[in-house]
């Protein structure tokens, strides 16, 4: 039988090196924090946003939002999304958490398994997280800018040496952790501050897990000031990302803070 060779063009190496993006709106950012701190209502003040709500949760906000069902639907607006790249400069997956519980169920109906540990050798596990990521890589592939929310909980960390010690960590299941976390740009955790109403920490420690992979952003800054509403928050975030983070939680009036964010 005479196999059919997919054609592809002639590889070729770069004949210059890449630009660093500059825009806001063209990078990815998982969120994780308390329950009712703000996540939503932060995300619904990037540009042009398209939530995905696979949970409650934006009941109360003028936003562009579809209630998803099951993974068959999530992944439904992903092919809408990439047939249609004009529409939608944002999508907030609302919660990352949800939203990976739906793939597992999608896949464990698929391989006819009550539960993932039931195939050996860790194929369940392996093939819903092939499943998971494989599905989020097409979505950060539209050229969006996507932000993931998740909650926080308390997870006992044992060290090599044997000690014991409690961390802060988004609610994801582990496989989703794995995959979301060292994917995106940015990953920040939402909490309380008795000076500034909230803060977003964006440099983790042996407490909090956090962090960031943008080498000319966010430069000097460990945790962002997010005041006590949804605007301070995207304004001070947006100052942050520009190097122009002062003492002050936002822009001095009459003044707006240059947003530097892709628009059409």
Known sequence: MKLETTKRSALAFPAKKSIPRQDLGEFSILIFGREKIGKTSFAAEF?????????????????????????????????????????????????????????????????????????????GWSMIRDEFASVVLRLLKTERGVIFTSHAME?????????????????????????????????????????????LRLRGDSQVACGHRLQNHFIGVEAVPMGKTAKQAYENFVRAFNNDLTDKPSAPAGKESKLIIRRK
């Open 47 to 123: 540009e042009d946003a398209l939530f995905l709500m696979c949970e409650p949760g934006g009941r109360d906000l003028e936003i562009y939002q579809k209630e998803v069902v099951d993974w068959k639907e999530f992944k439904g607006y992903v092919e809408l999304l990439e047939q249609d790249r004009s529409s939608f400069r944002t999508v907030v997956v609302d919660t990352a958490d949800r939203c990976f519980k739906m793939c597992e169920e999608y896949m464990l109906k698929k391989m006819v398994i009550q539960h993932a540990s039931d195939e050996d050798y860790g194929k």
């Open 155 to 199: 997870r006992e960390i044992k060290a090599r040496d044997g000690r014991k010690y409690d961390r802060v960590v988004p609610t994801m299941p582990k496989q989703a952790r794995e995959i979301l976390e060292p994917i995106v740009d940015i990953w920040g955790y939402m909490e309380y501050d008795p000076q500034e109403g909230r803060t």
